[in-house]
């Protein structure tokens, strides 16, 4: 098994394991609004990270000619989703992180 498949599974693994613990936060009632959100922002980064892992490397590749003569790499709709998710999700974890500062 390649490293990066290893990185991928492990990306999915630990988004699961986020989303089990917020769930069962959420199911106890002692979910806090600023550890949710930044829990809800890490779950979006790491299945970016996963997603973005998973593309076609063969196609993808960064060579001399895609650096210096514009070649632009298309992504797919799953790329582009998950690209925006990923960004979605590191705001909320800054908003998490300068709320809660904020808050003390």
């Known amino acids: 098994m390649k490293l990066i498949s290893i990185i991928k599974i ?14 069962q936060d959420a199911y106890r009632n002692v979910l806090e609004p600023l550890n949710a959100l930044g829990n809800i922002g890490m779950i979006l980064v790491l299945i970016e990270m996963g997603t973005i892992l ?38 909320m ?6 709320y809660g500062l904020k808050a003390r």
């Open 10 to 23: 492990l990306c999915f693994a630990i988004a699961a394991i986020y989303l089990f613990g917020l769930i």
């Open 54 to 91: 998973d593309q076609d490397h063969e196609t993808h590749k960064l060579t001399y000619k895609t650096l210096f003569f514009s070649q632009v790499i298309e992504l797919s709709f799953i790329d582009k989703i998950a690209l925006v998710l990923g960004r979605l999700g590191m705001m």
């Open 93 to 98: 974890i800054v908003l998490s992180c300068f």
